[in-house]
C-alpha cells in the first residue's frame, strides 16, 4: 500500500526535533563525542547479588556481575545513602530471578519512599515477573517507573528462561502494572531466542495493548560462558526492520534503543538506521551517531541517566547536558565527531566498580 507515512515521518508527527542519547553508569564508557562526567549518577542495584535461579542461557547471571549489591545484614536505604553520598543521583533496583520469573523485590519496596523523598534519588524498578502482591507493593512505594522483559513466545519461555510459563503470564504482568497505575517500560530483546526472531512481533502487540510510557528495544548480545556465546548476532536488517514496525505500531510512546546490542561495525549500522527510522533515543550511542542525528536535523540532547527515564515530557533530571564538554587530553568539544588519530571507534571499558 502507497501513501501511508514512514517511520520517520510519524516521529516528526508527534515528537519535537530532538535526539536523546542516555549514558548512565552501568558501564565505563566514552566516545570522541561524548564523556560522561559524572559516571555514577545512576547506578544499577542487585537485591540477589550475582544469584539468580533460572541461569537463562542468554545470561547465566553475567549481567548481575555489575551492579552493586544490597550486602547481607544492609538495606536498600543505607546501601542509596551511600551512594547519594558518592554522587549517585537515582537507581535501577534489580536482580536475579526467582523459580518463578519475579525478582523478590517485596522485602525492599518499604524503602523506596525514603530513598525519594529523604535523598531526593530517582527509582526505576526491574521487576521480573509480576505478581499481584508485588503490583500492589510497587504502586504503594511510589517507584519512579517499572521495567519488563516482555517475551512473545512460549518456547522462548521454556528454552531460553527454563520457565514452565506461557506468554498469558507475560500479559498478566502488564495488565498488573497497568492496573495499578504504574508507568511501565516493557523491553523487548531481539533475537532472544538463539539470535532468532520467534516471538517478538508478538510481544510488540502485547506491550502496546497497554498504557505504557516508553518502550526500550535492546539486541542480543552472544556473551561469553553463555549457551550463546558462539552464536552469530541476530541480522541486521531483521532488527532494523523491527525499529519500523515499532514506531509504526506505537506513533506517539517514546521508542528507544537500550544499553544491550552488539559492539563494533554493525554498532554503528544499528545506531544510524534507530535515527532514521524514527527512534527516539540511543543508549550508549557508537562513535559519531551523535553528529549523525545533528545531520539529520535533530538537534541532541545528552542524559547521564537510564532510557527509561524518557517520560513525563520535560527531561529535567540529571541533564541535559546541553553546553559542549571538552574530552579530556584532546582539545575539543563533545560533539565535534571523530578525527584522525581517534584510535578505537569506542571505547568500552570494564562495569564501575562501587563501594557499597
Known amino acids: 500500500m502507497t501513501g501511508l507515512p514512514g ?4 516521529r516528526r508527527a508527534h515528537f519535537p526535533d530532538v535526539m536523546d542519547f542516555y549514558a548512565p553508569g552501568l558501564k565505563r564508557w566514552r566516545t570522541s563525542e561524548w564523556a560522561p562526567v559524572a ?4 547506578l544499577p542495584v542487585s537485591v540477589t547479588g550475582s544469584a539468580c535461579a533460572l541461569s537463562c542461557d542468554h545470561c547465566r547471571g553475567k549481567v548481575l556481575g555489575g551492579m552493586v549489591s544490597v550486602r547481607a545484614g544492609q538495606d536498600l536505604f543505607a546501601l542509596a545513602a551511600r551512594l547519594r553520598e558518592q554522587g549517585t543521583e537515582g537507581l535501577l533496583v534489580s536482580g ?33 515477573l509480576v505478581s499481584p502482591e508485588l503490583a500492589a507493593g510497587l504502586s504503594a512505594s511510589g517507584a ?6 516482555v517475551i512473545g513466545a512460549d518456547e522462548t519461555l521454556r528454552d531460553v ?6 506468554v498469558a503470564d507475560v500479559d498478566r504482568s502488564l495488565r498488573l502494572l497497568s492496573e495499578h497505575g504504574l508507568r511501565t517500560i516493557p523491553h523487548i530483546v531481539l533475537g532472544l531466542h538463539y539470535g532468532r526472531f520467534v516471538g517478538e512481533h508478538r510481544a510488540l502487540e502485547m506491550a502496546i495493548g497497554y498504557n505504557v510510557a516508553a518502550l526500550v528495544l535492546v539486541v542480543l548480545v552472544p556473551l561469553a ?3 550463546m556465546a558462539d552464536l552469530p548476532p541476530p541480522p541486521a536488517d531483521q532488527v532494523t526492520d523491527f525499529f519500523a514496525a515499532a514506531r509504526l505500531a506505537a506513533p506517539a510512546t517514546p521508542v528507544n534503543l537500550g544499553c544491550a546490542r552488539p559492539m563494533g561495525a554493525l554498532k554503528g549500522e544499528l545506531d544510524r538506521a534507530a535515527i532514521d527510522l524514527g527512534l527516539n533515543g540511543i543508549a550508549y550511542p557508537a562513535d559519531g551517531v551523535i553528529e549523525y542525528a ?3 536535523g535533530l538537534t541532541p540532547r545528552l542524559f547521564e541517566f537510564c532510557c527509561s527515564l524518557t517520560w ?10 546541553t553546553e559542549s564538554r571538552p574530552l579530556a587530553g584532546s582539545g575539543r568539544q563533545a560533539g565535534d565527531g571523530p578525527q584522525a588519530g581517534d584510535g578505537p571507534q569506542e571505547r568500552d571499558w570494564a562495569r564501575v566498580q562501587v563501594t557499597g
Do not use: K, N
Open 7 to 10: 517511520p520517520a515521518a510519524v
Open 39 to 42: 559516571p555514577r549518577r545512576f
Open 96 to 128: 536475579g530471578s526467582t523459580p518463578g520469573g519475579g525478582v523478590p523485590l517485596l522485602a525492599h519496596l518499604r524503602h523506596i519512599p525514603r530513598i525519594r523523598q529523604e535523598l531526593g534519588m530517582r527509582v526505576i524498578v526491574h521487576s521480573g
Open 144 to 149: 519512579d517507573g517499572v521495567m519488563l522483559d
Open 161 to 166: 528462561y527454563h520457565l514452565d510459563l506461557t
Open 225 to 227: 560462558g553463555t549457551p
Open 294 to 296: 545533528r545531520s539529520r
Open 312 to 321: 513525563g515530557g520535560s527531561l529535567t533530571w540529571g541533564g541535559p547536558l
